[in-house]
Structures are given as structure tokens and as C-alpha cells.
């Protein structure tokens, strides 16, 4: 995929459709990609890689990149054209600059994920059918790839892409996923029970802003964490109120707006499942208002802007039993 | 969990539209219907200005329980504001509830400027609840608790 | 040396908490290591490092520094701060341990504060040497021996034994303590485990990395370089290579209004963050940049400018697992390194 991705990629060059090209570019190691631009076929012959650590979602860069002059060329994988998708609709990017290639994807995972795994000293990993082969400074370590891939491609809700203006290989379907399994094992603990579970969770928030700045829902020019006219602009999570204050607000605010993409639980340092937060307010949603899924067109109306008359009271938070 | 059951008088915020809540207030004041003074109406003027950082302010700021008032669905002053704030509000108190905070703390209510007779017994239910459960301790900013 | 069986693990922990707080690299909820407070039975994390350094135990993230309490016209100014415990702090690697003769430097000239200071005389920091580098290490590039950290007292673990020595007073004072646990340990263990990591370490892959590039001297070559641009395009702002780094040191200080009252603390700030240095006229970086250079122009120019030389990073990387985008110091190194000869 690679090589048809870079000589296509070169051919829009060529052509004038576009003048740079939006990618995933190798680093020292196997798993370090971070996304660059590439401008010449000769960049693209240097760095361009496409691999099972191609994770990153290039949706929220084409915010800023769609703003400069020419077209830009970006490979989407299936998460990722949701996100594309919402983003269009909220008038974030501007689609015309922006040539979309589609590209498959069976799940991508990262380096911290494999030393999850207690894989480390990693210095080469090479896929062979269904595993990766790991070369690591302790010899050689074989791993299933369905044991090394991080909860949101085990859970991976379609592999249909939603936006494109071509398609590099067979497109996938919507997938029966699993995703809401751990929302619904947390809704039927007691409250003492999640209550202790999220404690344990946002105690370790450091406050980065990893999740909020990788987020393809957050696109605000300024955040109201980062206001000090807000009255809430806070560097650190100075107490457990802050950690709650923080992830809850910024939950809310991309409610019916997250595609669940995963990013934020990708990059979070401290592994907070944080898409556990997301994905409860999707569940809720689908179940209050009809089922709706973020950036699966750029029409529908986010499910926060709309209502109907006859919508559930908010007293069906205590009517739902337990406790 | 309840240290001095007896002593304890919680503190109470209760967002109130404009145009039916705090109307509803005024008439069970002046009909000099009892309720609490433990409960400290903030009025907004309309149920959708509330945000959820209102919310959860409050509790920072030392609130036991917080409930927002509007006018019934349908009777909103500008049409609709209060159709936006029951989706918010469900979805916001839906997730405090995931979060281990007791749902029991945050409440809607719809109280037209005619039913002073509601806002009363209203509150009185709601300082009741909140007595009952306690201190708010698993959304509290300690900081802020310090005297 | 002193020796003792990992199997007791258990009771040089409960020797060494004894009378002071003890903190260890233990597994969190997500499997990863972080400092904690020791309690009985607590085992050590496998791990090669914590998520978060050593550094917080004398800069923590978060520090009240002085409390305001109005009383009518009258304005109460209280210090907040409580009796220092004292305190272990036990795992310690290498790249850690010097993180804090850097710190120093910054904390303790002249004008001292105080509040780290005190955090510093209270605390005994024990080091362990490092059996099992990763790809990630390139603490050798500055400097840093893994088989043989600084520190109060310096640990070297082997397959079923765990070694013992003193290097300072504190270190010796902690031996003391913790001596009916232990016993006497000959070297040539340690010195056959040293020998195996040196061997490892030539082939870590970033073992070659030069610093030779970089240095006081090479200001403007390096802060005029034009390949900040591509380095810093994909840079999304976050704070989390500074938030693990062991060296970053810089910090906001902020009040938070109590509803009566004023507390003033400081917190970790990030100078990859939209509002680092902003000031009453405006901010003086505009751009992701300008931020993401003063970040490693600091650790690799300016830090070694003010510092005889010495560079702030001490190559435990961290930053280089945990950077959403994989971009990092030792990328930047190397893009870099052509341009100031």
C-alpha cells in the first residue's frame, strides 16, 4: 500500500491537482511517525512511510492547512473520514483546498502499546501475517497483532470511508462494534464503584492537554481552559475537582460532535481511557435521540443544536434504577 | 457517612429563568409560602444560558445540591431556549451519574410564574434530598472549603 | 556494599519507611510506573522508568505558595507551608539523578527558593542502575553512566540480589537504617552487571548521537536555522514532553480565588502552551514555532550558555515515548546538526 500511496501521491504532484502532500514520515525507530508535509516526490521518496503506526488522524491539521494557498493532498483512513466529515460540516476546513485519498486500514497501533505488552528495547518490528515480529536489544519477540492493538481498532466501529475523491483499495463496511461494552459495565456498578474507578483514572491526569489538542472536536481558537478571562483557566490539575472539571466540560463540548476516533486515549501519556467519557455521551444520545453517528455526512444537525418537543426529561437519570 | 445529621444545613443553588422560575419564587414569596433559605436563586434569563460550568461551579464553590429552573416546554419566554437546556442538562446530569456523583444533587425542574405553590414544595423536597445525602464531597474543590 | 535477596525486598522497604516517607516506582491502574508512597507489601514496578519523573519530589506539579485572607480592610498573609517530612525516594535511575544537579542550578542560586530547598535537604535519593536500557535512552550523548548513577546511596540489581553503597551522608545515614536487613555484598557481582550493560549500550540506536553541535557559542546559527518550520509544523502544543521531562523547569505562578480568600500557587507551565510568558503587552511567541524552539534551544543553547556548558536534557527519553507525534529532541538534534558547523 505504501508504494501505490507514494506513487499516486507523486502523480497528483505532477499533475498540478495538488501541491503538497499531508503523511506519515519514518523516525529512528520502527513506531515514531509523527505526520509531515511533503512538497516533491523526492521528500516523499525519503520519508513517506504508511505502516501500522500510521495512527495519527490528519483531520485537524487540514484546518490550518486547507487555509493556505493550493490544493493539499491528504490520505484518510476510515476513522479519520469521520472526522473529515464533521469538520467539513462544521465549516472548519475548506473542502476545495483539500484532495482526499482514501486508504484501508486493519487496525493501527504504537510503540507504547507494544511495551504494554512488555515489549521493550524495541529496535525493528516487521510484519509477517497476523503478528509482528519484534526485534528488540533482548532478542526477538513475536506478539498477535490482535493482542497489540489498542482498544479503539479491537472496538473499530467502520471501515467504510464517508469522504473521499478517491479510493486507494477496497473500501470496508460499517463494522458491528463493541464499543459501548465498558460504558455498560460502568453504568451497572454502583455509584461508590465508578466513583472509584474514574478517581483512580483522572488522579493521574498531568493536564498536558494532549487529548484536547489532538482532538479533531476541538477546533475552538481559544479554549475556555485557556482564557484567563474565564475564571477557570487552570495550568494544573491542582485538585481532584479540576481533573473532573476538566475532562467533564471538555467531554460536553464535543458532545454529538466526537466521531470517537480514539485520538484522545492514543496520545493521553497516562493511558486514561478517556474515550470511555465520549462514548458515554454517544450511548446516551443514541438512546434519548435516536441513533447518531458524528461525521457520517455533512448535513444531519448535531443532536446539542437540535430538540424535539417530545424529548426525554432529564428525570430519566434517576428513573433508569440502580444506583 | 453522615457525620452530624442534625446540624447539617446544605447549600443550595437554583438557576431560575426570568420569565416563569423566578416569577414562581416571587409569588411563593409573596404568598408567603415557606422554603428554605438554604437555597440561593441565580437568575438567568432563560434556562439555556445555564452552562454546564455553571453547574459544576457551583459545586466548586460549595454547593450540596444545584437545580435549574425554567418554564415548562412549550411556554419558553423565546420560544424554545428551554427544549436546548433539557437535552444539555439530561446529558450533563447523565454523566455526573457516570462519573459517581449522586444524581440526586443536580435536578431540572419546570415552574411557571403561576405555581409559587411548586417552587415551594419543590425546594423543600430538594433541601430535603440533599440533607439526606450529605456534604458534597465527590465534586468538591477543597480549596475552596478551607474557612 | 551491602547485599540482600530480592526476596526481602519487602522488609528493606518496611526499614527504610520507617520514621520517613518512602517512595517507590510502582504500576499504576494502567500498567505504567509511577512514584508512590510505599505501604506494606507494595512491590516495584519492572519498569525501566516512571511516566513522570523524579523532579516533582522537590518542583512539584502543583505548590501553594502563599495564602491571602481578607478580614474587612485588613488583608491576613499566611504561608502555607507545613514541616517538611523526611523523605526516600527509592529507583532512581541514572538520567534522573543528575535531572537534579540541573535543577539545582536554577533553584538554588542566588536568589535561593526556599521552597525547593527545603524539599531538597529533607530528601534521600536512592539510585538504581540501570540492567535493561531501551531504544529510547541517549542519556550517555550527555553524559550520564547508567551503570553508575549519582545519588545519596546507589543501588545495582542482579537476577535474585540487590546490591547496596553509599555515597554521601544521607546515603550513608540511610544504610545505616535499613543495615539489619542486609549483608555484606563483594563487587564482582555489580562489576559483572556493569560489564553487560556497557556492552549493551554501544548498540542502542541512538548511542551515536553527537552533542558537538550545539553549546552556548552556536546562538544564532541555530535560532535563525530555517528548518524549525518542518520541525515544529505537526507540533500540536501540548504540554507533554515538559510535563515528563525531568529537566523543565519552568513554571507560572497563578491565584485562585476562593470565594474568600486567595490562594497563590505555582504550577508546571509548558512553553509549548499558547500562553507561556504572556504578559500585560501580549505574548511575546507567537507562533507553535517560536515556542517549540525556545523548548529545545533552551535545553541544547541557552540552559549551557548560563550553565558552564552543562546542557538540560539528560537524555532519559521520555519525551520521545510519550510525544503524540513522535517529535522529539533527538530529531531535532539530528535535523539540526548541519547547521552550526
Same mark, same amino acid.
Given at each position: 500500500?505504501?508504494?501505490?500511496?507514494?506513487?499516486?501521491?507523486?502523480?497528483?504532484?505532477? +499533475?498540478?491537482?495538488?501541491?503538497?502532500?499531508?503523511?506519515? /514520515?519514518?523516525?529512528?525507530?520502527?513506531?515514531?511517525?509523527?505526520?509531515?508535509?511533503?512538497?516533491?516526490?523526492?521528500?516523499?521518496?525519503? #520519508?513517506?512511510?504508511?505502516?501500522?503506526?500510521? #495512527?495519527?488522524?490528519?483531520?485537524?491539521?487540514?484546518? /490550518?492547512?486547507?487555509?493556505?494557498?493550493?490544493?493539499?493532498?491528504?490520505?484518510?483512513?476510515?476513522?479519520?473520514?469521520?472526522?473529515?466529515?464533521?469538520?467539513?460540516?462544521?465549516?472548519?476546513?475548506?473542502?476545495?483546498?483539500?484532495?482526499?485519498?482514501?486508504?484501508?486500514?486493519?487496525?493501527?497501533?504504537?510503540?507504547?502499546?507494544?511495551?504494554?505488552? #512488555?515489549?521493550?528495547?524495541?529496535?525493528?518490528?516487521?510484519?509477517?501475517?497476523?503478528?509482528?515480529?519484534?526485534?528488540?536489544?533482548?532478542?526477538?519477540?513475536?506478539?498477535?497483532?490482535?493482542?497489540?492493538?489498542?482498544?479503539?481498532?479491537?472496538?473499530? /466501529?467502520?471501515?467504510?470511508?464517508?469522504?473521499?475523491?478517491?479510493?486507494?483499495?477496497?473500501?470496508?463496511?460499517?463494522?458491528?462494534? +463493541?464499543?459501548?461494552?465498558?460504558?455498560?459495565?460502568?453504568?451497572?456498578?454502583?455509584?461508590?464503584?465508578?466513583?472509584?474507578?474514574?478517581?483512580?483514572?483522572?488522579?493521574?491526569?498531568?493536564?498536558?492537554?494532549?487529548?484536547?489538542?489532538?482532538?479533531?472536536?476541538?477546533?475552538?481558537?481559544?479554549?475556555?481552559?485557556?482564557?484567563?478571562?474565564?475564571?477557570?483557566?487552570?495550568?494544573?490539575?491542582?485538585?481532584?475537582?479540576?481533573?473532573?472539571?476538566?475532562?467533564?466540560?471538555?467531554?460536553?463540548?464535543?458532545?454529538? @460532535?466526537?466521531?470517537?476516533?480514539?485520538?484522545?486515549?492514543?496520545?493521553?501519556?497516562? +493511558?486514561?481511557?478517556?474515550?470511555?467519557? +465520549?462514548? /458515554?455521551?454517544?450511548?446516551?444520545?443514541?438512546?434519548?435521540?435516536?441513533?447518531?453517528?458524528?461525521?457520517?455526512?455533512?448535513?444531519? @444537525?448535531?443532536?446539542?443544536?437540535?430538540?424535539?418537543?417530545?424529548?426525554?426529561?432529564?428525570?430519566?437519570?434517576?428513573?433508569?434504577?440502580?444506583? | 457517612? $453522615?457525620?452530624?445529621?442534625?446540624?447539617?444545613?446544605?447549600?443550595?443553588?437554583?438557576?431560575?429563568?426570568?420569565?416563569?422560575?423566578?416569577?414562581?419564587?416571587?409569588?411563593?414569596?409573596?404568598?408567603?409560602?415557606?422554603?428554605?433559605?438554604?437555597?440561593?436563586?441565580?437568575?438567568?434569563?432563560?434556562?439555556?444560558?445555564?452552562?454546564?460550568?455553571?453547574?459544576?461551579?457551583?459545586? $466548586?464553590?460549595?454547593?450540596?445540591?444545584?437545580?435549574?429552573?425554567?418554564?415548562?416546554?412549550?411556554?419558553?419566554?423565546?420560544?424554545?431556549?428551554?427544549?436546548?437546556?433539557?437535552?444539555?442538562?439530561?446529558?450533563?446530569?447523565?454523566?455526573?451519574?457516570?462519573?459517581?456523583?449522586?444524581?440526586?444533587?443536580?435536578?431540572?425542574?419546570?415552574?411557571?410564574?403561576?405555581?409559587?405553590?411548586?417552587?415551594?414544595?419543590?425546594?423543600?423536597?430538594?433541601?430535603?434530598?440533599?440533607?439526606?445525602?450529605?456534604?458534597?464531597?465527590?465534586?468538591?474543590?477543597?480549596?475552596?472549603?478551607?474557612? | 556494599?551491602?547485599?540482600?535477596?530480592?526476596?526481602?525486598?519487602?522488609?528493606? *522497604?518496611?526499614?527504610?519507611?520507617?520514621?520517613?516517607?518512602?517512595?517507590?516506582?510502582?504500576?499504576?491502574?494502567?500498567?505504567?510506573?509511577? *512514584?508512590?508512597?510505599?505501604?506494606?507489601?507494595?512491590?516495584?514496578?519492572?519498569?525501566?522508568?516512571?511516566?513522570?519523573? &523524579?523532579?516533582?519530589?522537590?518542583?512539584?506539579?502543583?505548590? %501553594?505558595?502563599?495564602?491571602?485572607?481578607?478580614?474587612?480592610?485588613?488583608?491576613?498573609?499566611?504561608?502555607?507551608?507545613?514541616?517538611?517530612?523526611?523523605?526516600?525516594?527509592?529507583?532512581?535511575?541514572?538520567?534522573?539523578?543528575?535531572?537534579?544537579?540541573?535543577?539545582?542550578?536554577?533553584?538554588?542560586?542566588?536568589?535561593?527558593?526556599?521552597?525547593?530547598?527545603?524539599?531538597?535537604?529533607?530528601?534521600?535519593?536512592?539510585?538504581? &542502575?540501570?540492567?535493561?536500557?531501551?531504544?529510547?535512552? *541517549?542519556?550517555?550523548?550527555?553524559?550520564?553512566?547508567?551503570?553508575?548513577?549519582?545519588?545519596?546511596?546507589?543501588?545495582?540489581?542482579?537476577?535474585?540480589?540487590?546490591?547496596?553503597?553509599?555515597?554521601?551522608?544521607?546515603?550513608?545515614? *540511610?544504610?545505616?537504617?535499613?543495615?539489619?536487613?542486609?549483608?555484606?555484598?563483594? &563487587? %564482582?557481582?555489580?562489576?559483572?552487571?556493569?560489564?553487560?550493560?556497557?556492552?549493551?549500550?554501544?548498540?542502542?540506536?541512538?548511542?551515536?548521537?553527537?552533542?558537538?553541535?550545539?553549546?552556548?557559542?552556536?546562538?544564532?546559527?541555530?535560532?535563525?536555522?530555517?528548518?524549525?518550520?518542518?520541525?515544529?509544523?505537526?507540533?500540536?502544543?501540548?504540554?507533554?514532553?515538559?510535563?515528563?521531562?525531568?529537566?523543565?523547569?519552568?513554571?507560572?505562578?497563578?491565584?485562585?480565588?476562593?470565594?474568600?480568600?486567595?490562594?497563590?500557587?505555582?504550577?508546571?507551565?509548558?512553553?509549548?502552551?499558547?500562553?507561556?510568558?504572556?504578559?500585560?503587552?501580549?505574548?511575546?511567541?507567537?507562533?507553535?514555532?517560536?515556542?517549540?524552539?525556545?523548548?529545545?534551544?533552551?535545553?541544547?543553547?541557552?540552559?549551557?550558555?548560563?550553565?558552564?556548558?552543562?546542557?538540560?536534557?539528560?537524555?532519559?527519553?521520555?519525551?520521545?515515548?510519550?510525544?503524540?507525534?513522535?517529535?522529539?529532541?533527538?530529531?531535532?538534534?539530528?535535523?539540526?546538526?548541519?547547521?552550526?558547523?
Amino acid at each position: 500500500m505504501q508504494g501505490k500511496m507514494i506513487a499516486r501521491a507523486k502523480e497528483l504532484l505532477q +499533475n498540478g491537482t495538488v501541491n503538497r502532500v499531508i503523511g506519515w /514520515k519514518a523516525g529512528d525507530f520502527a513506531y515514531d511517525i509523527t505526520p509531515a508535509v511533503f512538497s516533491s516526490a523526492e521528500e516523499l521518496d525519503a #520519508g513517506f512511510v504508511y505502516n501500522d503506526f500510521c #495512527g495519527a488522524n490528519f483531520s485537524k491539521y487540514l484546518v /490550518k492547512e486547507s487555509r493556505k494557498e493550493g490544493k493539499i493532498l491528504v490520505f484518510l483512513k476510515p476513522c479519520d473520514t469521520y472526522s473529515f466529515n464533521q469538520l467539513t460540516k462544521e465549516h472548519r476546513i475548506i473542502r476545495d483546498n483539500i484532495y482526499v485519498v482514501g486508504v484501508p486500514c486493519d487496525g493501527k497501533t504504537d510503540g507504547e502499546t507494544l511495551k504494554l505488552k #512488555g515489549i521493550t528495547g524495541i529496535t525493528g518490528i516487521k510484519t509477517e501475517g497476523d503478528s509482528f515480529v519484534v526485534d528488540t536489544l533482548y532478542g526477538e519477540k513475536t506478539i498477535a497483532k490482535a493482542d497489540a492493538l489498542p482498544e479503539r481498532c479491537l472496538s473499530c /466501529k467502520s471501515k467504510k470511508h464517508v469522504a473521499y475523491d478517491e479510493l486507494l483499495g477496497e473500501d470496508g463496511e460499517v463494522c458491528e462494534s +463493541n464499543r459501548f461494552d465498558m460504558v455498560e459495565k460502568l453504568e451497572a456498578m454502583s455509584s461508590e464503584e465508578r466513583f472509584a474507578f474514574w478517581r483512580g483514572e483522572l488522579s493521574r491526569c498531568i493536564r498536558c492537554n494532549a487529548c484536547r489538542n489532538v482532538c479533531p472536536a476541538c477546533t475552538c481558537e481559544r479554549c475556555v481552559f485557556d482564557n484567563d478571562n474565564s475564571g477557570i483557566a487552570q495550568k494544573a490539575a491542582a485538585d481532584s475537582f479540576e481533573e473532573n472539571m476538566f475532562h467533564i466540560i471538555r467531554a460536553f463540548h464535543v458532545a454529538g @460532535r466526537c466521531t470517537d476516533c480514539g485520538e484522545c486515549s492514543r496520545v493521553c501519556p497516562q +493511558n486514561i481511557p478517556l474515550h470511555l467519557l +465520549n462514548r /458515554k455521551f454517544i450511548k446516551d444520545i443514541n438512546e434519548f435521540y435516536g441513533e447518531f453517528q458524528a461525521g457520517e455526512d455533512t448535513e444531519t @444537525r448535531a443532536p446539542l443544536n437540535i430538540f424535539d418537543t417530545e424529548d426525554v426529561e432529564p428525570s430519566i437519570v434517576y428513573e433508569k434504577g440502580g444506583n | 457517612m $453522615q457525620v452530624n445529621e442534625k446540624e447539617f444545613k446544605p447549600t443550595i443553588v437554583a438557576f431560575c429563568c426570568n420569565w416563569c422560575s423566578y416569577a414562581g419564587a416571587d409569588l411563593a414569596g409573596t404568598n408567603r409560602l415557606n422554603y428554605p433559605a438554604d437555597v440561593k436563586i441565580i437568575r438567568v434569563p432563560c434556562s439555556c444560558r445555564v452552562n454546564p460550568m455553571f453547574i459544576l461551579r457551583a459545586f $466548586q464553590r460549595g454547593a450540596d445540591g444545584v437545580i435549574m429552573c425554567g418554564c415548562h416546554p412549550g411556554d419558553c419566554h423565546y420560544t424554545t431556549g428551554n427544549y436546548y437546556a433539557r437535552r444539555r442538562m439530561t446529558l450533563l446530569f447523565s454523566m455526573l451519574d457516570y462519573l459517581g456523583i449522586e444524581r440526586e444533587r443536580t435536578r431540572v425542574e419546570w415552574v411557571s410564574a403561576a405555581e409559587g405553590a411548586k417552587f415551594a414544595a419543590t425546594m423543600n423536597e430538594f433541601v430535603e434530598t440533599v440533607t439526606k445525602l450529605g456534604e458534597n464531597k465527590r465534586l468538591e474543590d477543597l480549596r475552596c472549603k478551607e474557612k | 556494599m551491602f547485599k540482600l535477596s530480592l526476596n526481602n525486598l519487602n522488609d528493606l *522497604f518496611k526499614a527504610a519507611a520507617e520514621g520517613s516517607a518512602l517512595y517507590i516506582p510502582a504500576d499504576d491502574g494502567a500498567g505504567q510506573a509511577r *512514584f508512590t508512597r510505599w505501604c506494606d507489601g507494595m512491590e516495584m514496578s519492572k519498569a525501566l522508568k516512571t511516566v513522570k519523573s &523524579a523532579k516533582e519530589f522537590f518542583f512539584p506539579q502543583t505548590e %501553594s505558595l502563599v495564602d491571602f485572607k481578607m478580614k474587612g480592610k485588613e488583608i491576613e498573609i499566611i504561608d502555607p507551608r507545613t514541616e517538611t517530612e523526611d523523605f526516600v525516594v527509592f529507583g532512581v535511575r541514572a538520567c534522573d539523578a543528575r535531572s537534579f544537579s540541573i535543577l539545582d542550578k536554577v533553584f538554588l542560586a542566588d536568589p535561593v527558593d526556599t521552597y525547593y530547598k527545603s524539599r531538597r535537604e529533607h530528601g534521600t535519593i536512592v539510585t538504581m &542502575a540501570c540492567s535493561r536500557p531501551e531504544e529510547t535512552c *541517549f542519556c550517555t550523548a550527555f553524559g550520564v553512566d547508567p551503570t553508575a548513577p549519582e545519588g545519596d546511596a546507589v543501588c545495582y540489581m542482579t537476577e535474585d540480589e540487590l546490591f547496596i553503597e553509599a555515597k554521601t551522608e544521607k546515603g550513608t545515614a *540511610f544504610v545505616e537504617k535499613v543495615k539489619a536487613v542486609l549483608e555484606d555484598g563483594d &563487587a %564482582s557481582a555489580v562489576e559483572a552487571q556493569k560489564a553487560a550493560v556497557k556492552d549493551i549500550l554501544p548498540k542502542l540506536p541512538l548511542a551515536n548521537l553527537s552533542t558537538d553541535a550545539f553549546g552556548g557559542d552556536k546562538l544564532m546559527e541555530l535560532f535563525d536555522s530555517p528548518k524549525w518550520a518542518e520541525l515544529s509544523a505537526s507540533c500540536l502544543g501540548c504540554g507533554t514532553c515538559t510535563f515528563v521531562c525531568p529537566t523543565c523547569q519552568c513554571y507560572d505562578i497563578r491565584d485562585f480565588e476562593t470565594g474568600h480568600g486567595v490562594k497563590r500557587f505555582r504550577c508546571w507551565d509548558s512553553c509549548m502552551f499558547s500562553d507561556f510568558t504572556k504578559m500585560a503587552h501580549g505574548n511575546p511567541r507567537l507562533t507553535q514555532l517560536e515556542r517549540f524552539r525556545q523548548r529545545f534551544m533552551h535545553k541544547l543553547v541557552y540552559f549551557p550558555a548560563n550553565n558552564d556548558g552543562e546542557f538540560g536534557c539528560v537524555g532519559c527519553g521520555r519525551c520521545l515515548s510519550k510525544c503524540p507525534i513522535s517529535m522529539n529532541i533527538v530529531k531535532v538534534m539530528k535535523t539540526l546538526e548541519g547547521e552550526s558547523k
